[in-house]
């Protein structure tokens, strides 16, 4: 801008406070319009009868007429009615007794329905297998004739105990003397020399039994030097058999013994090793347990 420009501009005195305001032109009214925003108009139907859906609103300024209903909306025949359907017939007397059949047949099924027990799906169960026995007192029951099998069972044959064994009684030998049996299992170690010994010895593991040589009664049963634990056992005819070395004794004086029993225990007291020392002995004098013991 030039300065010539500058000075010509001259400034605006402010408006006064005090001038009175001009009024603003007043806006045209807007028209009303109904509650759905659009102005409509009724349409007249050449019969003077509005035509409209039921659910659309009444247009304004349009008077109240009588709505019509369509075809399709009137309740037909069909569903306003159900079965049974009423018909007419002229009155007979066999009319009348069908009616009175067909009533009674319904009133029937009805109580038939209510009477039957109602099933749940839970309490339903497989029917069971059935058995023989069952399938058999089916058969039996569908014909008389059929005939039950009767089932035997096998006897059992009584079992007795058997009877215990007798004992052979003790034979005695010829000349009075008692039957002899070996006192012990092992072999012998050394047999009879009068001049070197009374009697002869029997090997054995310590422990292992001493059996009487034949009945008789204990007359000693205790300990000798040279014989260690020993027992003398009183026979008929006036004979004695000697057990020595022994380890433990079994029997007392007076015992009464018979031909295998134990009396004691194969030992080594008194002696260089685990023996028997078994002796026979007639009033007093040795003599040889070979003759009187059985052959093995």
Do not use: C
Request: proline share 13%; charged share 25%.
């Amino acid at each position: 801008m030039t300065p010539g420009a500058i000075a010509a501009v001259k400034p605006q005195a402010p408006a006064s406070s005090s001038a009175p305001a001009m009024a603003a032109p007043a806006a045209p009214a807007a028209p009303v319009l109904p509650p759905g925003g659009v102005e409509t108009a009724p349409v007249r139907t050449p019969g003077g009868i509005e035509s409209r859906p039921l659910s659309t609103p009444p247009t304004v300024g349009s008077p109240p007429g009588p709505a019509v209903v369509s075809p399709s909306a009137a309740p037909s025949a069909a569903t306003a009615r159900s079965q049974p359907r009423g018909t007419k017939q002229p009155f007979s007397e066999a009319a009348r007794v069908e009616l009175a059949r067909a009533d009674a047949g319904g009133a029937s099924g009805r109580a038939a329905d209510e009477r039957a027990p109602v099933t749940r799906a839970a309490d339903a169960r497989p029917p069971e297998p059935r058995t023989s026995e069952a399938k058999a007192a089916e058969a039996k029951a569908a014909d008389p004739r059929v005939v039950e099998p009767r089932v035997v069972e096998p006897r059992v044959a009584e079992t007795k105990p058997a009877d215990p064994p007798v004992p052979e009684p003790r034979a005695a030998a010829p000349n009075g003397d008692p039957v002899w049996g070996w006192p012990a299992d092992g072999k012998v170690l050394q047999g009879f020399d009068e001049s070197r010994g009374k009697g002869i010895a029997i090997a054995g593991r310590a422990g292992e039994a001493v059996s009487a040589a034949a009945d008789g009664k204990v007359i000693f049963s205790g300990v000798v030097r040279g014989y260690g634990n020993l027992v003398i056992v009183k026979h008929a005819s006036e004979l004695l058999s000697v057990y020595a070395h022994n380890r433990t004794l079994a029997v007392r004086e007076g015992d009464n013994v018979r031909r295998g029993q134990k009396i004691a225990e194969i030992g080594d007291t008194d002696a260089d090793r685990v023996k028997l020392h078994f002796e026979i002995r007639r009033q007093g004098k040795p003599v040889d347990p070979a003759r009187l013991l059985p052959a093995r």
